[in-house]
């Protein structure tokens, strides 16, 4: 007889697959999931990741990454990439957000993400945004990191990759604390764009107004 604590866990997976079972009870069988992170940083790039799981995946502990700590993070990470049939990643630079505007350079890094999908989706179930140069069914989730499992696994997939990027970016900027800020506006980073000015990698339409 299962616990109540892995009863409880099976009830809330089957209830993050509402949207992939409605979905694919309608024959759309490949459903990619595509969620962005960086939007709000002042250094680095947006990235997005696009997955596609496989009919009735279980993957025990998925869920928003902003809900998860860093360690459960990896480790959701390297289960969603072995489980997947197809997931990719987009990025655009900081140049790309500071020339095209954030909304349009997270639309783009959707669009490269989903390009990069080595199956195409039938359908693309897409947290609070719509992608309308692919042309797909889709769907617009707001919340949908909370709401969704394919979009949770893309959630924890830009995620992790877009930290690890940070904290790469770390070793060449340790001024700012990349590492454990990742490029967001906490006091320490501010006070050190006031000292040390913008390095390469900041978004000049957001944080020149810091210096």
């Known amino acids: 007889m299962k616990s109540r604590t892995e009863a409880e866990e099976n009830e809330r997976l089957d209830a993050l697959r509402k949207f992939e079972a409605d979905l694919q009870s309608r024959g759309y069988a490949l459903i990619a999931g595509i969620d962005e ?32 700590s860093a360690k459960k993070r990896e480790m959701l990470a390297k289960a969603i990439k072995e489980h997947a049939v197809a997931w990719a990643i987009g990025a655009m630079n900081e140049k790309a957000v500071d020339e ?39 769907l617009s989730i707001v919340k949908g990191d909370s709401l969704s499992v394919s979009i949770a696994a893309a959630s924890i997939l830009a995620k992790v990759e877009r930290d690890a ?47």
């Open 37 to 68: 992170v960086g939007r709000g940083p002042l250094a680095g790039p947006v990235m997005a990741a696009a997955v596609i799981l496989p009919a009735g995946a279980r993957i025990p502990g998925i869920n928003d990454s902003k809900k998860l």
């Open 100 to 138: 095209m505007n954030i909304l349009q350079a997270t639309r783009k890094a959707m669009e490269e993400a989903v390009e990069g999908l080595s199956q195409k989706p039938d359908a693309l179930l897409i947290d609070a945004l719509s992608l309308p140069k692919i042309p797909i069914k889709q």
């Open 165 to 211: 990027l940070m904290t790469a970016y770390h070793e060449l900027y340790p001024e700012y604390g990349f590492d454990s800020n990742k490029g967001y506006g906490t006091a320490k980073h501010l006070e050190a764009i006031g000292k040390y000015g913008l390095c390469p990698i900041h978004r000049v339409t957001f944080a020149a107004k810091f210096l």
